[in-house]
């Protein structure tokens, strides 16, 4: 099974915007150093918790202090932008890390209605256009319109020797099926949804259309995970992170990922114990045995190959163990 990183750079409370971004940048290396497939980073729009607004920008970042670990958008929100000058972008960024650039493409507004407001014109009509626009940006990635179409004579320039890999991502049957026309990968939100996800994923598969990116279908499974020494230490490091989401649902997004401490005198333990029972099928949480258990039970439920793992946790550097644990698990025994 191959893992990956989905970071959404979130910020701790009590830390600033710049330590959240260096601690997304310190990530990205180690999950190069601990031998993780691919690093993707999300976009978000004016979401106090969440500090990366441009992908783009940070992966430029990345790419310069990593080699070989392959980085991306996890997605870039394409209602609000333009195809031309989002592929223009990511074949900038093909050219300077080839081979290693992957370009998510999501349709959510990713922030306020307000945010979407002052981002883009008209996000619905945007988000009704988006299979157009889907088909528009790659063939500006592939650079093959035909010949009497608008634009075959305009380059996203520059032009890479490998362009970037495009995946779909969502957690619906209808972000699948668009994947599966396009003949493009497919990242399901796992950790986001709330709907049948083997269906969607089978819907993907029975709809998949060989084209110029894949032959066969590609499959990504994105989930929550909390990993660490003992089954009681992994629970505490959980909580932040739970009471976080939980402050979200309620609409009191507060000032980023609160502490450990804050988490529990919110509520008390015996409710603890039971909102992780509850967040269980979401959020895996537990020792690096019991969590690799828990993945492939997913690998086997979805019929993938890859993982992608998202891990929140109040201090950085749990985050990081987190995902040390993990590659100790899972990655460096079988290497």
């Given amino acids: 099974m191959k893992l990956s990183i989905l970071d959404q750079s979130p910020i701790s409370y009590g830390h600033t915007p710049q330590q959240a971004l260096i601690a997304s940048m310190e990530l990205a290396k180690a999950g190069e150093r601990l031998g993780y497939e691919r690093y993707w980073i999300a976009e978000h729009h004016?979401?106090?918790?969440?500090t990366c607004s441009a992908p783009e920008v940070m992966l430029g970042v990345i790419g310069t202090s990593t080699k070989s670990i392959r980085i991306g958008a996890g997605a870039v929100l394409l209602p609000h932008y333009r195809p031309y000058r989002v592929a223009e972008?990511?074949?900038m960024l093909a050219t300077l890390y080839p081979g290693r650039i992957d370009l998510g493409i999501g349709r959510a507004p990713g922030g306020s209605a307000e945010a979407t407001m002052a981002l883009s014109d008209n996000y619905l009509e945007q988000v009704?256009?988006?299979?157009a626009?889907?088909?528009e940006l790659l063939h500006f990635l592939y650079n093959d319109f035909p010949t009497d179409h608008m634009f075959s004579k305009v380059s996203a320039s520059p032009v890479p020797k490998i362009p970037p890999d495009p995946w779909i991502l969502g957690t619906s049957e209808k972000s699948a099926i668009s994947a599966?026309?396009?003949?493009?990968?497919?990242?399901?939100?796992?950790?986001?949804?709330d709907k049948p996800g083997q269906q969607i994923v089978e819907t993907y598969r029975k709809h998949f259309q060989s084209g110029r990116v894949l032959k066969t279908p590609k499959l990504i499974i994105a989930v929550s995970v909390i990993c660490a020494e003992t089954a009681?230490?992994?629970k505490e490091l959980a909580l932040p992170a739970l009471f976080w989401r939980i402050q979200n649902n309620k609409g009191e997004e507060g000032k980023g990922v609160p502490s450990i401490e804050a988490a529990k005198s919110y509520y008390s333990m015996e409710k603890w114990s039971q909102i992780i029972n509850?967040?269980?099928?979401?959020?895996i949480i537990g020792t690096p045995n019991h969590v690799k258990k828990e993945l492939c039970k997913l690998k086997e439920r979805y019929k993938t190959d890859e993982i992608m793992v998202v891990t929140i946790t109040h201090r950085?550097?749990?985050?990081?163990?987190?995902?040390?644990?993990?590659a100790e698990e899972m990655i460096t025994k079988h290497n």
Avoid: Q
Avoid at 128 to 131: F, I, L, S
Avoid at 180 to 193: C, D, E, I, P
Avoid at 278 to 283: G, I, N, Q, T, Y
Avoid at 316 to 326: A, G, M, T
């Fill in 316 to 326: 950085y550097e749990d985050r990081i163990r987190s995902y040390e644990l993990l």
């Fill in 89 to 91: 972008t990511y074949n």
């Fill in 180 to 193: 599966a026309k396009n003949g493009v990968a497919y990242a399901f939100g796992h950790f986001m949804s």
């Fill in 128 to 131: 009704r256009r988006m299979p």
């Fill in 278 to 283: 509850e967040s269980s099928d979401k959020m």
């Fill in 232 to 234: 009681e230490k992994a």
């Fill in 46 to 50: 004016n979401y106090s918790g969440l």
């Fill in 133 to 135: 626009s889907i088909k």
